[in-house]
C-alpha cells in the first residue's frame, strides 16, 4: 500500500491495468511528494507509458487508484479531468507542436483556449517563458524550422505557460546529443527551483536521471521494483535494477528440460508440410 505523508501530492495505490488480456501494470503502488523531481524508469514494456498515461486520466485501469491534488484521476467525471488539466503541464516526448503555428503561437494556444486573459497580457507571459527556455528572438520560427533541442524547450515552455503546480515530462533527453540534453536538465532543476513546481520524468537516461532526481522509481513488468534516493537505487541489490544501471540484458535463466519442453511446444503448434501443400 502507498504509504502517505502530508506532503503527497500523487498517491498511486494498488493499480492493475490490462491490454486484453495482457497485465501491464500490477498492484503498482508509489507515491510523489510535493515539490520533488520523481523520475520513473524502467526497460520497454515496464509499464512507464501506461503509468504516465493512467496518471493524465488518458487510460482507466483494471483496478486501483491514482490520487492527484486531492482528486481520484482513475474515476473522475470529463468536467472534473478538464480542470485537472489546467493546473498541470504536460510535455511530450516528441514536443507534440503544431505545425502550422508559429513559435509563440504554440506557446499562447493554452492560455488563449483556457483563460480569459487579453491579448497583450498573453503575449507578455508567452515572452516571460520563452525568455525562461532562452528562445527569445526565435518567436515566428515554424516548428519545422527549430532544432530538436529547441523543440524540447519549446514543449516545455508550452507545459509551463499557465504556472501549473505540477509537471510530467516524458523522455526528455530523448534524441539530444549530450551537451543538449545537460542543458535541458538544468532548465529542469530551475523549474523545481523557480516555480517549485512538483516534476515527474519518465525517461530511460541514467545520466540525466542521476542529475535531476530527488528520487527514482525503478518499474519491471508492472511493479515498483525500487522507490528511492539516487544513492539507494545504485546501493540495491536487486538484480532487476543492476540490470538497468549497468545496461545488463535481463534473460530468464532455462534448465535443459524446459527448452526442450518448449521446442516440442512449438513444433507441435507447426503445420505439416502435408498440411500446407494440400
Known amino acids: 500500500m502507498t504509504k502517505l505523508t502530508a506532503d503527497t501530492f500523487i498517491s498511486v495505490d494498488k493499480l492493475t491495468t490490462h491490454y486484453g488480456e495482457r497485465l501491464i501494470l500490477d498492484k503498482l503502488d508509489l507515491s510523489v511528494r510535493q515539490g520533488e523531481i520523481m523520475v520513473i524508469m524502467g526497460a520497454s514494456g515496464s509499464g512507464k507509458s501506461t503509468l504516465l498515461r493512467t ?20 474515476n473522475a467525471s ?28 504554440n506557446i499562447q494556444l493554452p492560455l488563449r483556449e483556457h ?19 532562452n528562445l527569445s528572438g526565435f518567436d515566428n520560427l515554424m516548428p519545422s524550422e527549430l532544432s530538436g533541442g529547441m523543440v524540447k524547450r519549446a514543449a516545455l ?31 529542469i532543476l530551475e523549474l523545481k527551483q523557480a516555480m517549485e513546481m512538483t516534476i515527474v520524468v519518465v525517461t530511460h537516461e541514467l545520466e540525466s536521471a542521476f542529475r535531476i532526481a530527488d528520487r527514482i522509481t525503478v ?4 511493479k515498483v521494483a525500487i522507490c528511492g534516493t539516487i544513492d539507494e537505487v545504485k546501493a540495491s541489490n536487486d538484480e532487476r535494477v543492476q540490470n538497468l544501471l549497468n ?27 502435408g498440411d500446407i501443400d494440400g
Request: aromatic content about 6%.
Open 55 to 74: 496518471m493524465l486520466g488518458l487510460n482507466r485501469p483494471t483496478s486501483g487508484q491514482v490520487k492527484i491534488m486531492g482528486l481520484d484521476v482513475t
Open 78 to 105: 470529463r468536467k472534473q479531468l478538464y480542470q485537472f488539466r489546467r493546473q498541470i503541464g504536460v510535455a511530450f516526448q516528441g514536443g507534440a507542436l503544431f505545425g502550422n503555428l508559429s513559435l509563440v503561437d
Open 115 to 133: 483563460t480569459n486573459l487579453d491579448a497583450n497580457t498573453i503575449r507578455i507571459m508567452a515572452r516571460m517563458k520563452l525568455d525562461m527556455m
Open 157 to 187: 515552455a508550452r507545459a509551463i505557460v499557465m504556472d501549473p503546480q505540477l509537471l510530467f515530462f516524458d523522455e526528455p533527453s530523448a534524441g539530444l546529443d549530450p551537451v543538449v540534453a545537460a542543458e535541458l536538465d538544468e532548465y
Open 219 to 222: 518499474l519491471d513488468r508492472g
Open 247 to 273: 545496461r545488463r540484458a535481463s534473460r530468464e535463466q532455462v534448465t535443459p528440460d524446459e527448452y526442450l519442453e518448449l521446442l516440442t511446444r512449438v513444433q507441435a503448434t507447426r503445420p505439416h508440410r
